[in-house]
């Protein structure tokens, strides 16, 4: 089954200790994407990938880091997680980055309490 | 980065009855998405309608996009209790798969 996976999908954490949440798609997607979800707020993109090893910012990434090692994962790191980290996390792949644009996938989301 | 904002925000109908939503955006697109998203969970892609398109259809769905109002529309027909959800509309400016989303608009259909 062609599907997006994260976790966890819930953690209790308390600042500044270190976390991952794990992404993983099995469709063979070339673009990957991290958002949060905060209420009034909508979805905002923290941290895309076009590819392998290709990585950018994306519009609220102060506090987190990626990696893209290999295509198929594309982990979440919070190093120091503080208080307003504390959001519904979701991540998404999507076919390709060309010039076309196309849907994404999402994951089932992880949602985050740093405390 | 645009961003799509909806209006209504929340809409409440009777089951059978159609629901349409509105999307605004700011700038020049490349393409316009609608996902669905049930209470707490992961978003759903519906349609999208790339910006030489103005209308398209997928079921019960029905999307237009006026590119010259940089606005689009969203109709459930024949709504049912399970089209209950959040849905949002979000751009991508340059097809480059950056989506820009919208706050979202709570739809519930009572049956």
């Known amino acids: 089954e062609a599907q997006v996976t994260q976790n966890p999908r819930y953690l209790i954490t308390v600042t500044g200790k270190k976390l991952t949440v794990t992404c993983s798609q099995n469709?063979?997607?070339?673009?990957m994407s991290w958002y949060r979800q905060d209420p009034g707020l909508g979805l905002r993109q923290i941290y895309y990938s076009m590819n392998v090893e290709v990585t950018d910012k994306g519009d609220v990434p102060e506090g987190y880091k990626v990696s893209r090692k290999e295509k198929r994962n594309f982990p979440l790191i919070l190093e120091s997680p503080s208080p307003n980290q504390t959001s519904l996390y979701f991540c998404?792949?999507?076919?390709?980055?060309?010039?076309?644009?196309?849907?994404?996938?999402f994951g089932p989301g992880t949602r985050l309490t740093v405390t | 980065s645009q961003q799509g904002e909806e209006d209504p925000q929340a809409l409440s109908i009777q089951e059978g009855e159609n629901a349409t939503m509105n999307c605004s955006y700011k700038t020049s697109i490349n393409n316009l998405q609608w996902y669905r998203q049930n209470s707490g969970r992961g978003l759903v892609h519906l349609i999208l309608?790339?910006?030489?398109?103005r209308e398209k259809h997928s079921g019960r769905l029905r999307v237009t996009l006026d590119t010259s109002k940089k606005s689009s529309s969203l109709l459930i027909t024949a709504s049912r209790a399970a089209d209950t959800a959040s849905y949002f509309c979000?751009?991508?400016?340059?097809?480059?798969?950056?989506?820009?989303f919208g706050k979202g608009n709570q739809v519930v259909v009572i049956p």
């Open positions: 469709m063979n997607h070339e673009y």
């Open positions: 979000a751009t991508d400016a340059n097809g480059n798969n950056r989506l820009a």
């Open positions: 998404a792949s999507s076919l390709s980055s060309g010039e076309q644009g196309n849907e994404q996938y």
């Open positions: 309608i790339r910006s030489n398109e």
